[in-house]
T-cell receptor, first 116, second 112 residues
Framework: GAVVSQHPSWVICKSGTSVKIECRSL??????MFWYRQFPKQSLMLMAT?????????EQGVEKDKFLINHASLTLSTLTVTSAHPEDSSFYIC????????????FGPGTRLTVL | GQQLNQSPQSMFIQEGEDVSMNCTSS?????WLWYKQEPGEGPVLLIA?????ELTSNGRLTAQFGITRKDSFLNISASIPSDVGIYFC????????????FGTGTRLQVTL
């Protein structure tokens, strides 16, 4: 149990286009999901906290108009990178906090975004 | 954003050796977690610690929640090649409902 999926696993796009990444909790409900960004050989940096039915909370320095988050159900959150540029190329990872139990966070397998 | 300091930054050990790594913070946390990440994958939860002084094991892994609540330790006994990866600590300040702050990571390499 406690499986989180991400789609797509990798994407290559042209500069200026928008890319949507999906994060799904497959066997549990998650009112809260989190989006992280990870550059090569670095740690995970939290971008935003996604709450089902309400607006996401963004970390300092993260542009909310560039990284659009929608958490429309208890099992799905999406991150849209709008007008992507090469500097947005990174590994994007989501996590889902299980509503039941101790509220552990389980991570998705990540999405590798490359902007040409 | 804030990051927790992990040491060592990297380790090269032989199969069968024990491994110790730690994670320190300038502020206290109420929950400590240890994750392992393999290349191109998301982190996988290894051990969760919920109380200061708590010592918890998961197979060959043992982790402790420091008494000061500002540090945590992870030990791996009798390492095997599949232990290779990056180990991250993470702290939660406000209990399990709050966001995680990640450590800088310890890269573990195991040679035969």
């Amino acid at each position: 149990g406690a499986v989180v999926s991400q789609h797509p696993s990798w994407v290559i796009c042209k500069s200026g286009t928008s890319v949507k990444i999906e994060c799904r909790s497959l066997d549990f409900q998650a009112t809260t999901m989190f989006w992280y960004r990870q550059f090569p050989k670095q740690s995970l940096m939290l971008m935003a906290t996604s709450n089902e039915g309400s607006k996401a909370t963004y970390e300092q320095g993260v542009e909310k108009d560039k990284f659009l988050i929608n958490h429309a159900s208890l099992t799905l959150s999406t991150l849209t990178v709008t007008s992507a540029h090469p500097e947005d190329s990174s590994f994007y990872i989501c996590s889902a906090r299980r509503d039941r139990g101790r509220g552990e966070q389980f991570f998705g397998p990540g999405t590798r975004l490359t902007v040409l | 954003g804030q990051q927790l300091n992990q040491s060592p930054q990297s380790m090269f050990i032989q199969e069968g050796e024990d491994v110790s790594m730690n994670c320190t913070s300038s502020s206290i946390f109420n929950t400590w977690l240890w994750y392992k990440q393999e290349p191109g994958e998301g982190p996988v939860l290894l051990i969760a610690l919920y109380k200061a002084g708590e010592l918890t094991s998961n197979g060959r892994l043992t982790a402790q929640f420091g008494i000061t609540r500002k540090d945590s330790f992870l030990n791996i006994s009798a390492s095997i090649p599949s232990d290779v990866g990056i180990y991250f600590c993470a702290g939660q300040l406000g209990g399990t409902a709050s966001k995680l702050t990640f450590g800088t990571g310890t890269r573990l390499q195991v040679t035969l």
